[in-house]
Nanobody, 123 residues
Framework: VQLQASGGGLVQAGGSLRLSCAAS????????MGWFRQAPGKEREFVAA????????DYVDSVKGRFTISRENAKNTVYLQMNSLKPEDTAVYYC?????????????????WGQGTQVTVSS
């Protein structure tokens, strides 16, 4: 499975960005797609994840109410709409896939990773 993330950039605090991640290659009957982020000097952390049907979604507390994850299964694509961005959201954002229907925050459960896209929020 290859994952191609896009949509990162530089934005002022309070602004918005929309990340996209398209999966190609091997496919599964159902799979969870997630977003993680890693700031300099910090560990990779969970941001959001969504299962195949879209009925199970999870967010880290720090982005609840500001970020929205969604997916378009016909295109094997997951999106992360990020609103009201804060400087602490600055990080490299990675999309990931696990061949499961169980949403997880555990980095170790995700088998496939995209290359990352930089998000920088200026104050």
């Amino acid at each position: 499975v290859q994952l191609q993330a896009s949509g990162g950039g530089l934005v002022q605090a309070g602004g918005s960005l929309r990340l996209s991640c398209a999966a190609s290659g091997r496919t599964f009957n159902s799979f969870v797609m997630g977003w993680f982020r890693q700031a300099p000097g910090k560990e990779r952390e969970f941001v959001a994840a969504i299962n195949w049907s879209g009925r199970n979604i999870d967010y880290v507390d720090s982005v609840k109410g500001r970020f929205t994850i969604s997916r378009e299964n016909a295109k094997n694509t997951v999106y992360l709409q990020m609103n009201s961005l804060k400087p602490e959201d600055t990080a490299v954002y990675y999309c990931a896939v696990t061949p499961s229907d169980v949403v997880s925050r555990n980095v170790q459960r995700y088998d496939y990773w995209g290359q990352g896209t930089q998000v920088t929020v200026s104050s």
